[in-house]
Nanobody, 118 residues
Framework: QVQLVESGGGLVQVGGSLRLACAASGSTFSIAHSGWYRQAPGKERVVIARISTSGYTYYENSVIGRFTISRDNAKNTVYLQMNSLKPEDTATYYC????????????WGQGTQVTVSS
C-alpha cells in the first residue's frame, strides 16, 4: 500500500505560479511511475505530467513549457511546478502513482484545488 498526500494548491492570478507537492509513504519502493492528473468540473480526469523511476518525463501538450514535474527520492516526494497559469488550468489536481503500467494509477491522493482567476 502507498499513501499519497498532496499540498500546494490555492488561488492564483493569471500568469502566476504554484508548486504542488505529493508526499508518498508506505511501500514506496513499489512505485514505478508518478503522475499529476487534473479534473475540471464536468470533465474527465486526465494526466498532465508523469515521471518514471528512470527519470523519463511526459507532459500533456497544453502544459509543455509551463509545467515541470520533478521528484526528490530522499523525501519520497514528487513536485509539479506550474508557471504562467491560465484560467483553463483551474481544476482539482491529483497525484497518482503506478506500480506497473505508466498509463494507469494504482494509488491516488486526495486532490488539491487550483483556481486561476482572471
Amino acid at each position: 500500500q502507498v499513501q499519497l498526500v498532496e499540498s500546494g494548491g490555492g488561488l492564483v492570478q493569471v500568469g502566476g505560479s504554484l508548486r504542488l507537492a505529493c508526499a508518498a509513504s508506505g511501500s514506496t519502493f513499489s512505485i514505478a511511475h508518478s503522475g499529476w492528473y487534473r479534473q475540471a468540473p464536468g470533465k474527465e480526469r486526465v494526466v498532465i505530467a508523469r515521471i518514471s523511476t528512470s527519470g523519463y518525463t511526459y507532459y500533456e501538450n497544453s502544459v509543455i513549457g509551463r509545467f515541470t514535474i520533478s521528484r526528490d527520492n530522499a523525501k519520497n516526494t514528487v513536485y509539479l511546478q506550474m508557471n504562467s497559469l491560465k484560467p483553463e488550468d483551474t481544476a482539482t489536481y491529483y497525484c497518482g502513482v503506478s506500480t506497473g503500467s505508466p498509463y494507469t494509477a494504482d494509488y491516488w491522493g486526495q486532490g488539491t484545488q487550483v483556481t486561476v482567476s482572471s
